[in-house]
Nanobody
Framework: QVELVESGGGAVQTGGSLRLSCAAS????????MGWFRQVPGKEREFVAAISWSDGSTDSADSVKDRFTISRDNAKNSASLQMNSLKPEDTAVYYCGTKWGGLSTSWRMYDYWGRGTQVTVYS
């Protein structure tokens, strides 16, 4: 069993920054990947960024490249999402998920999820 807990959401003005964290507990993560997704009401969960626990390779959506950075802290079993230059369209509930094996941009491939944290960007 794996438990994921997100933190760091909030409300910020356009152009501001937030740092989300995802703390993981339970099974070992040496073979896992962790991803950040976001969702607004009525829409499917959208890929934001992912990182491999084993080699640190990353992937991110075109819409957030150059603005968002995903990182990991193996010792703390946590992953972070640094979000800069935030825009109103970044407003969503952000979820972290984890899966065995390599990176994936599909939320369906992830086995465990946190409860999410709200990010609101106002103009």
């Amino acid at each position: 069993q794996v438990e994921l807990v997100e933190s760091g959401g909030g409300a910020v003005q356009t152009g501001g920054s937030l740092r989300l964290s995802c703390a993981a507990s339970g099974r070992t993560f040496s073979r896992n990947s962790m991803g950040w997704f976001r969702q607004v009401p009525g829409k499917e969960r959208e890929f934001v960024a992912a990182i491999s626990w084993s080699d640190g390779s990353t992937d991110s959506a075109d819409s957030v490249k150059d603005r968002f950075t995903i990182s990991r802290d193996n010792a703390k079993n946590s992953a972070s999402l640094q979000m800069n230059s935030l825009k109103p369209e970044d407003t969503a509930v952000y979820y972290c998920g984890t899966k065995w094996g390599g990176l994936s941009t599909s939320w369906r491939m992830y086995d465990y999820w946190g409860r999410g944290t709200q990010v609101t960007v106002y103009s």
